[in-house]
Structure formats: C-alpha cells, structure tokens
C-alpha cells in the first residue's frame, strides 16, 4: 500500500492548515466562550472550495478526493473543531446525499448554491425519542396532492437555526416502520417551518445545534430524495461517509491536544528542568503519537477504500470508533500534562477535553442507530 500523499492531497492540507491557523485558531476560545456562529468564515471557505469539497466542478463542487476532504477537515478541527464539524455535516450529510441520489433538477436548484457555499445545508434524522432507533420517528409526512405535509420534531441538528437546506427524514408509512421512512430537501422559509430551542453544549460551542419544529409543513413531491419509502437507507449510506468526516474531526481534536502537551511541556520547568525532560511526561506524549497515528491511518485507509469505489462501512466505522477515543484520551493526557491549569478556561486544552467528549458521544449514537429494525 502507498502511504504517500498525491501532490493534490498535500496541496489540501497545505491550504487548510494554512486558512485553519491564521483565520480559525484565533477565534476559537472566543467562538466556545460566546456560542457565537462562525458566518464570516463560511465565505472565505466557500472560496477555498471547502463548502463543496467532494462535489464535481460541474454543479459548482472543488472535484477533490475523500482523503483531501478528510485532511481538510483535520485541519480545522485542529484549530477549531466548532468550524470543522459544520463543514463537516454541510458536505458529508446534505450536499453528498443530493449529489448521490437528486434528481437532475435537485442538483441544478439545491446542489450548487450548497456546493458554492450560497446556502448551507443540515441533516435532520434525530428526535426525542427516536434517537438511537431512528425506525421508530414520529415525524410523519402525509401526501396530500401535490405535497407531503410534515409533522414532527427534531432535535440535536447540527447548524440547525443557521442552515438554508435541510434533508429531513419523515415516516410516511409508520406501519412499515424503517421501511416506511422518506428523505425530504427541506427549505427554510417554508410555512410551518420553524427553529424551536437552542442547545447550550458541553463542547463545539460554536456550532448551533437546534431544535426543529413541523408544524402542517407543506413540502412539494419534487422535493423528495431518492425514492419514497428508502429514506432510512439513505440515510445510513450517506452516514457511512459522515462516520470518516467525524473521525478527521477526533484526529484534529487529538492533534491539538498533541501540539499543546508537547509545547506546555517544553515551557514549564519544575525542579530546575522542562516538564518535556521527564519520562512520566515523555511516556503519554509517546502514548498520545502513536494512538494518533493509528488512528490516522485507519481514517486514512477508510477513505481510500470509498475512493476506490470499495465497500467502506465497516473501515469507516472503526475509524470512527477508535479516532473518537483516541481524541479523548489525548485530550484528557493535555489536561493532566498542564495540571492545574489544565482545568482553566483559559488554557486551550480544557475546550479539547469538553470538544472531544461530544465527538465521543456522537460517534456511540451512530453506532446505534445502526441497529435499527426495519
């Protein structure tokens, strides 16, 4: 196996650490502390091509690879996993799934402005209590003529209040349950369409997560995706490939846990020496590289094998489970390897610990939700 990168998935990383650094690490603490939405920065993205990262030139996409669009997304989870996880959900769970499964006029009318960064897209699937069982939704859509009328709550949506297109999962057979499930291209702006509470989280403060609220909304046929009935499948197609975006996301969360123990630890002296010199330190900085790497090359590997055009679901679900940890136990070494000012606000490794524990938390409801009974 060829462990090199292709001169066109180094100039990926290259310009998305780059932008990552000088734009999005300086904002970060203030972006946890205010909860506030990064909207400038989604322009300057849109410029970079990292609004459309895997989407084909042709509807308005940058046409890069799956590994470029994980290194991306490493990178700005270096600098601000808040950023990262919303392009993340943008190009993995809205902007992928209308370029696998729309229409031709889908593409042309929702594909592009998602891909060109006009309009930024959510996913809605979960609700309070069909979280884990996503079969068992109560969000119900019933045609009537020339629209289906969706009724329903859902909660926990990633940039759920500032997003302009929304895929919604809807059940409209309950009887058949899974089998029963239909995915809808949802604007905002529709009557009956509104942002209900907005959560206050542990980490990736800076990303809204939303509730959303169907009250009689009425959303034309055509905007249905993929055929009636196969909703939750795919749904858990395109969550496969969402799975390999969260595990670039850990990586980054554990990169920087990584970066801040090694430079702490050459900065703070105790006993007349760095803490870098000795071993007790020296050991979880050596535990935390090489669990990154592994982790690494698992992500890695998952996203060659879609680029190959190979099944990647079970690689892609490893990756996740094992970079989520990895990004925990980092950032838990980071607080420990900084003491007592590890606890403090003002040191970047206690947003990595609270950053990575919500990475952790959405990688154990994806597993899951893929135990739902059709």
């Not at 949802?186 to 989280?201: H, I, N």
Request: charged residues 25%; contains cysteine.
């Amino acid at each position: 196996m060829d462990f090199e990168l292709t001169k066109q998935q180094k100039l990926a990383r290259h310009l998305s650490r780059d932008f990552a650094q000088q734009e999005r690490e300086p904002r970060a603490q203030e972006l946890d502390a205010t909860m506030e939405f990064p909207r400038e920065a989604l322009k300057k993205m849109a410029g970079l091509g990292f609004m459309g990262i895997s989407i084909p030139k042709e509807y308005g996409g940058a046409g890069l690879d799956t590994v470029s669009y994980t290194l991306i997304i490493e990178e700005l989870a270096r600098a601000c996993a808040s950023t990262a996880i919303i392009v993340a959900v943008h190009n993995s769970v809205c902007a992928y799934p209308i370029h696998l499964l729309g229409t031709e006029e889908q593409k042309q009318k929702y594909l592009i402005p998602l891909a060109r960064g006009q309009k930024l897209g959510a996913f809605a699937l979960t609700e309070p209590n069909a979280g884990s069982d996503p079969a068992s939704m109560e969000t119900t859509a019933e045609l009537q003529g020339k629209h289906y009328i969706l009724n329903g709550t859902k909660i926990f949506i990633t940039s759920g209040s500032s997003a302009d297109i929304v895929i919604v999962m809807a059940s409209t057979d309950r009887a058949r349950r899974g089998r029963g499930i239909t995915s809808f291209i949802v604007e905002k702006g529709l009557k009956g369409f509104s942002v209900g509470k907005k959560e206050d989280k542990l980490g990736i403060r800076g990303s809204d997560t939303c509730e959303l609220i169907f009250e009689n909304c009425a959303v034309p046929v055509e905007n249905v995706l993929g055929s009636p009935g196969e909703g939750l499948t795919s749904a858990f197609t395109t969550l496969d490939t969402g799975r390999i975006g969260v595990g670039a996301q850990a990586l980054g969360v554990a990169q920087a846990a990584l970066d801040e123990s090694v430079r702490y630890s050459k900065e703070r002296k105790q006993f007349g020496k760095p803490l870098a010199n000795f071993q007790a330190i020296q050991w979880m900085i050596a535990d935390m590289a090489t669990e990154i790497a592994a982790a690494r090359f698992l992500v890695h590997r998952a996203a060659w094998l879609k680029d190959q055009g190979r099944p990647f679901s079970t690689e892609g679900s490893m990756a996740k489970l094992y970079a989520s940890e990895v990004a925990m136990r980092a950032a838990l070494k980071a607080v420990q390897i900084h003491g007592g000012y590890g606890c403090m606000k003002d040191y970047k490794v206690e947003r990595f610990l609270r950053d990575a524990k919500v990475i952790e938390i959405a990688h154990l409801c994806a597993i899951f939700s893929g135990f739902a009974k059709f």
